[in-house]
């Protein structure tokens, strides 16, 4: 294991819940008075990858199997689950604000079979069921890295809790932009498997090739 894998990000605002509360104040005002959504975190590229895989490698059953979008910021990616045809949708975020801007873009949207609660997935109370085939995160792991406090803490939290709320050999599909695939398979090798990479942009730098993204899915072990 090298250094580089065991160092933590350095702190930013970004780690913090008084940061997604401004954020998503403003992205209500502004989903109110224009319609705009706000930030499509990694670019819309990235989240119309995420639906290609689920739908294209694991093979979900869209009548049955749960799905939990972990940090579902402005609910999005359910609206796209949801029109792509899965049923059993469900949003969590620490943040009551990203939960209201969620619900108003579902409702928008005509979509009502997505279940939507505050939940801090790092909290081991956080109450969530046990029965989720696959888990997405796009961008939460990131935040909870970049916490100001105690971030190698709750990263692990996140880990165990993630392997705890999914089902045997159910899926956690990561978009992450902090950390490399070296990265995170080394974080997350105890409790779960790589089972494929999806492709991203690369860029090549003085004879190196780099991602600006990493899209990683894991199966539970
Ligand atoms: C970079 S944003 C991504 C939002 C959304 N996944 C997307 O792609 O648009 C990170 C999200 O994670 C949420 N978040 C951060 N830490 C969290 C935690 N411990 N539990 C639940 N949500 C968290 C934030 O409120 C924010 O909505």
Known sequence: MTDKIMQELDPSDLGTLEFWEKTYAVE?????DHGDVGEVWFGSESASKVVRCINSKLL??????????????????LVDLANEGFKKLVG??????????SAAVLEENNISNV????????????????????AHDKGT?????LSPENP?????????????????????????????KDELVEHFREKFDLLLEIPTRTFAFGGQIGHTVTQLVFTKK
């Open 92 to 101: 969590v975020d620490y943040s009551q604000k990203a939960i209201n801007l």
């Open 28 to 32: 209500i005002e502004n989903f109110r």
């Open 60 to 77: 979900l059953k869209k009548e049955e199997d749960k799905i939990i979008d972990l940090g579902c910021g402005n609910g999005m990616l």
């Open 141 to 145: 792991y990131d935040a909870i890295s």
């Open 152 to 180: 190698k803490e709750k990263r692990l939290k996140y880990i165990e809790n993630v392997h705890k709320i999914l089902l045997r050999g159910g899926y956690l599909l990561l978009t992450s932009c902090n950390w490399t």
């Open 115 to 134: 279940e939507l609660q505050v939940c801090d997935i790092v909290d081991a109370g956080n109450n969530l069921p046990g029965d989720f085939k696959l």
